[in-house]
């Protein structure tokens, strides 16, 4: 089966079924990349979140010092 013929069945499903399918390939796609940079992953953890706030890891990548540098120059009003 194509790609092209993949997609023409898939917009075939109704709505609700749709949207499972596309939660189901992004949970599959977030899960492949965490093992390809992470040499230790924690999918099972991963998987236990909610689909919502598993599509916001890996947004924002901090290195060590950035994270440490965002807090001690944080100034208040």
């Known amino acids: 089966m194509t790609l092209q013929e993949l997609q023409n069945q898939a917009l ?3 709505i609700s079924d749709r949207w499972q399918l596309v939660q189901s390939v992004l949970t599959s796609i977030q899960q492949e990349t965490l093992l390809s940079i ?3 992953p924690s999918v099972e953890f991963i998987t236990d979140l909610d ?18 540098e965002s807090y001690s120059t944080t100034h208040y009003s």
């Open 38 to 40: 992470s040499p230790t």
């Open 51 to 68: 689909p919502w706030t598993q599509s916001l890891i890996g947004v924002i990548q901090l290195n060590a010092d950035d994270s440490i």
């Open 12 to 14: 075939q499903l109704p």
